[in-house]
């Protein structure tokens, strides 16, 4: 099982109002850090009751596009450059998020899961986030069933969104103060990657991980039990600013052996 780590599958730019610098500043990063592909995955939410907008309306998807499709032309023969979304799965918003999708052409899809909506309740917790004060405040028995909820809902979202990659998969309640304290829900687990495989769904080895707690996105049992089902690995970094594209690439090959080992 191999990972190219002169392939960088998820960019962010400031189009997503929680990064820095412009699409060109991170194609020119890409260019001097010696890379041969990247991926812009903006974001995009549907129905998400939050009090910070990180995701992209469709009038910035087609400056989005305008700009991507120039940046191809212009820098087409030093780096591939493709155009691609990283989808926040909302099983109350699927048909409006399969129209949505339907309507452009992208170079590639990624699932995510960011914002959950608890029982009862119509606000939704940023899963991923550090300064949702709600989310530093669950009850630890709350917190295991919204973390069960992320990956029985990222199963059916395989199911029904055309997704070419899961990204950062087990990045939920990544900021969660009792987080050493909730044991992942290996049967859930192995059950999204079963369906990842049954619908040829790769898995992003996203190299955040590392600043955030010492290892990638996802760890090192959920990569080895991956690469038994021999999903494809893709790496991806979720820069948010220029000089973070690549970061952490070096390891990857190791990274990916000492999984294979286990």
């Not at 970094?237 to 990916?256: N, Q, T, W, Y």
């Amino acid at each position: 099982m191999s990972i190219d780590p002169l392939s960088d599958g998820h960019i962010h730019t400031s189009l997503c109002h929680h990064a820095t610098g412009s699409m060109e500043d991170y194609v020119l990063a890409a260019i001097k850090a010696g890379m041969k592909e990247i991926c812009f995955l903006e974001h995009m939410e549907e129905g998400i009751d939050s009090h910070r907008t990180t995701w992209l309306t469709e009038d910035d998807f087609a400056v989005y596009f305008i700009e991507g499709e120039r940046l191809k032309e212009k820098y087409g023969k030093k780096i591939k450059i493709e155009i691609g979304v990283e989808v926040g799965y909302n099983p109350d918003h699927v048909d409006l998020l399969q129209k949505r999708l339907s309507q452009r052409s992208w170079d590639r899809i990624g699932l995510s899961y960011h914002f959950h909506r608890p029982v009862g309740e119509d606000y939704h917790l940023n899963l991923v986030s550090k300064s949702d004060i709600r989310l530093q405040q669950l009850p630890l028995e709350q917190a295991k069933r919204i973390e069960e909820a992320y990956y029985a809902n990222l199963t059916d979202a395989v199911e029904k969104i055309p997704a070419a990659v899961i990204c950062h998969l087990d990045g939920v309640l990544r900021y969660y103060p009792g987080r050493d304290q909730v044991e992942p829900p290996w049967h859930l687990i192995e059950a999204l990657l079963d369906t990842m495989q049954n619908n040829n769904v790769g898995l992003e080895v996203n190299t955040s991980g590392l600043a955030i707690r010492g290892e990638v996105f996802p760890c090192r049992k959920i990569l080895t039990m991956a690469i038994q089902r021999r999903l494809t690995l893709v790496a991806g970094s979720d820069s948010h600013r220029p000089e973070d594209i690549g970061h952490g690439f070096e390891k990857l090959a190791e990274i990916v052996r000492q999984a294979q080992l286990q």
